[in-house]
């Protein structure tokens, strides 16, 4: 069963710093990785989807990797904002099933 | 309207009530999903169709019950809830059912049963 993990669950960091956000996952046979943000009472925006043939996508100041054989992925977010304060969620899987991370709260400081 | 579209934003009923979540996509896909996220839990998925047909049921206690009419509308017909029921209730859709699509969720629907 594959088993999605963040850690840790909040960050808080000043603005303009550069900053890693981590997800690990048990079961390296996926076919994709996705990174969805979350604001505080919304639904899931998708970021980033990541096919297993990939090592990374990009879209404006995000950048998604991808090592299926340790199991890891990274968010890279360049010079946070305020704005980039949310809940970043990471869900892969495969025979059509997602797993879900419970996210990492990142708070950016003015 | 684009993209996903969940009403109610926001539902309180009680155990004994019987009521419905609605789901409209606009994004031409044919699969949709039906999610709960708790506090303190990962996402869980309840329900996927696709082409209309259902094809998951994560051992969803029958007091959901699924409905898909069409391709673009997902309902949710709840009864006899339980207050542990209460939760963020997320519709998804993606182009297919299939290992490599991307999914595209709605607003969401919080729900609170007293």
């Known amino acids: 069963k594959q088993e999605v993990t963040q850690i840790p669950a909040a960050l808080s960091v000043p603005e303009g710093e550069n900053l890693v956000l981590n997800c690990s996952f048990t079961?390296?046979?996926?076919?994709?990785l996705q990174w969805f943000r979350q604001d505080p009472g919304k639904g899931l925006t998708s970021l980033l989807l990541i096919q297993s043939s990939q090592r990374e996508q990009t879209s404006g100041r995000l950048n998604a990797s991808l090592d299926k054989s340790s199991g890891r992925s990274t968010l890279y977010i360049a010079a946070s904002q305020p704005g980039d304060s949310a809940t970043y969620l990471c869900a892969t899987g495969a025979n059509s099933k997602l797993t879900f991370g419970k996210g990492i709260t990142l708070s950016v400081r003015p | 309207e684009t993209g996903v579209t969940q009403t109610p934003r926001h539902l309180v009923m009680g155990m004994t009530n019987k009521k419905s979540l609605k789901c409209e996509q606009h994004l031409g896909h044919n699969a949709m999903y039906w999610y709960k996220q708790s506090a303190k839990k990962p996402l869980e998925l309840m329900f996927v169709y696709n082409f209309k047909e259902q094809t998951e049921n994560n051992s969803v206690p029958s007091r959901f019950s699924p409905e898909c009419p069409n391709s673009s509308h997902l309902f949710l017909h709840l009864h006899t809830l339980q207050p542990e029921d209460s939760a963020l209730y997320l519709c998804a859709s993606s182009q297919e059912h299939t290992n490599t699509g991307e999914l595209f969720f709605g607003e969401g629907s919080r729900l609170t049963v007293l």
């Open positions: 079961d390296s046979a996926i076919y994709n």
